[in-house]
């Protein structure tokens, strides 16, 4: 009987630890490093958590109001620890090592998170960031929604594909119009332009600038223009106006430039990327119902 | 050039500076902490116990970030500062910075292999990695300065003019390596180099820090040992062989203390510009070109103004803060027009 006793304190004992263990405060300060995981935090209800982002962090628009840690690969330790964060979340780019073993030593819990462009590791992270937050159902609702949509997108390219060949495409990247950068194979340019259905027609490998023969032999039916400081009309006149060339093609005789944010290029699969998609691939196939009612393409 | 102060006044004057400089730089950050808390955790870290919760946060900041950083600083300003010594000494020339011998570019050429190679190699060893950007930048100016040295040697004696041109040559070369590897590199490691090009103390750890100690010893104990060497210098090579000098030996010392020297401090800090060609200007304007005593007050005077500049980084933009190649600029481009339109007067 004694023993049985002694049992069951035991295994209260063990029961009350674990109690403890998930009554671990959760972190209320946070630091995010990292354009798209700080909208993940946004989206999935943490906004009011955060006291300071990095210079990457630029969406939704409220972020920018918050103090700016600087450029995520040169974070500096003394200063987060003016902001007294509980946690700082980031991606592998985060850095240096050092300064995260600084902030490991004052008692700042460091994540670091994949940003790396694939479902498991986008699932891994939300489901991290979702248990951080006190909320993994949402995090959990929020990964099966975009998987869907994203499973959407595809079924939704298959469809159109049967009636309209995928079109050729470029992607510029630049800086009021000056100077643009075709994004190559293994970049997000050229994973955007797949999943949005088209055949990114340049073949070099990262973001180079393309003569403007190289652009005209290329003849792209369309042409995605992220631009980093203009925007709508603007950033497309600029373009041409820059680069008059381009007025000869295709894309631009038929006027399909299309714009994007290019913010949606970097730091993974963020929160916003279904709905560029989605506008990407309405704009690419005009013949097909868009996914979605008001990713009308833009002229 | 008359002197402005006398030796012994100037360096009563830079010792005190040097040690408000080292002061403020571990008393102020962005964290501010209480003056009193300040020096309750330094004598913490010296090993007094000293009662109080919120003394561990600050012995941390002090003993794990501040002090770091401010040794880096005091290295890093003193050895730039003792090379630019030399080599202005080596060239004759208040002009000449350690870039002319090739050190940085080749510096700047190693960091950017390591940078944009490191990146596509991907799979480097986990220990290696983190030191890969400081050993390459190291052997990349140590390498391209021994090949401008050996291509100003001819027939045992080393052409000082022909060596510059070789420096200008070759960092024009390093240049278009350099050009090649921005081209080829994608959009985070171009910040990474970009960053790397502008210096910074941040991050600094004592483990860090020893090899740039053994070489600004080295350097700080050998330079001096030759300022009468270079005192000759001024007044020509050959004038300086006929006082008894060995001056083929003296140049070839100057040229590897100057490039073991730079090329750790890079290595630990980047690319940090001005302190080495203002610092000997201005202490040899306010003391005359004695290099027993330049070399000495220079490498206060480089310690003081680097680490101020890296308090100015760090305080300016908090929680973020400014690479420092950007401060160090805006004192030392300035400042040294003003030089050259006071002497036009």
Known sequence: MKRLSSLLALSASLLSCSWLMAAEPLPQRWISSGGSLSEWVVALGGESRLVGVDSTSQHPESLRALPSIGYQRQLAAEGMLTLRPDILIGSEEMGPPPVLAQLRGAGVRVEMLSSKADLSSLQASLQRIGTLLGEPQRADQAFAAYQQRLQQQADWLVTAQRQQAAPGVLLLLGHAGGSPMAGGKDTSADWLIERAGGRNLASHSGFKALSTEALLALDPEVVIIADRSLSGDAAREALLQQNPALAATRAARNQRLLMLDPTLLVGGLGPRLPDGLAALSAAFYPASQPLVAEAKPTP | ?345
């Not at chain 2, 570019?105 to 940078?115: E, F, R, W």
């Not at chain 2, 483990?207 to 210098?233: E, M």
């Not at chain 2, 220079?298 to 308090?311: I, T, Y």
């Not at chain 2, 100015?312 to 004192?331: F, N, S």
């Open chain 2, 1 to 345: 050039m008359n002197p402005v102060i006398r030796p012994r006044s100037l360096f009563i004057a830079l010792s005190l500076l040097l040690a408000l400089a080292l002061w403020l730089s571990l008393a102020l950050g962005p964290v501010s902490l209480p003056l009193l808390d300040t020096l309750k955790a330094a004598l913490r870290l010296l090993g007094w116990a000293q009662a109080g919760d919120e003394l561990v946060q600050a012995e941390l900041i002090l003993g794990q970030i501040r002090l770091p950083r401010t040794l880096l600083g005091l290295l890093v300003g003193a050895v730039l500062a003792l090379c630019g010594v030399a080599m202005q000494g080596l060239f004759r020339n208040p002009l000449a910075d350690p870039g002319l011998i090739g050190v940085s570019s080749g510096a700047a050429l190693g960091a950017s292999i390591a940078i944009v190679g490191g990146a596509a190699l991907g799979g480097l060893p986990e220990a290696f990695a983190p030191y890969l950007l400081s050993l390459c930048a190291f052997v990349g100016g140590l390498g391209v300065t021994a090949l401008v040295y050996r291509l100003g040697r001819r027939d045992g004696e080393t052409n000082v003019a022909t060596m510059l041109l070789a420096g200008i040559a070759l960092t024009a070369l390093a240049g278009a390596a350099i050009g090649l590897f921005t081209y080829l590199a994608d959009d985070a490691t171009l910040r990474t180099l970009t960053f790397w090009n502008l210096g910074s103390l941040n991050g600094a750890s004592y483990a860090r820090l020893w090899p740039l100690l053994l070489i600004t010893a080295a350097v700080a104990l050998w330079l001096p040992r030759r300022a009468k060497a270079l005192n000759a210098l001024l007044l020509g090579e050959s004038e300086a062989r006929h006082l008894g000098f060995a001056v083929e030996r003296i140049k070839a010392e100057l040229v590897f203390c100057t490039a073991l020297g730079v090329g750790a401090a890079v290595a630990a800090a980047g690319m940090i510009g001005f302190i080495g060609l203002v610092v000997p200007h201005l202490v040899r304007l306010l003391v005359g070109p004695d290099h027993r005593v330049l070399l000495p007050a220079s490498a206060l005077a480089g310690a003081s103004l680097l680490l101020l500049a890296d308090l100015a980084a760090r305080l300016v933009l908090a929680p973020a803060e400014l690479p420092i190649g950007i401060v160090t600029a805006l004192i030392g481009a300035p400042f040294f027009l003003y030089l050259l339109l006071r002497g036009r007067t």
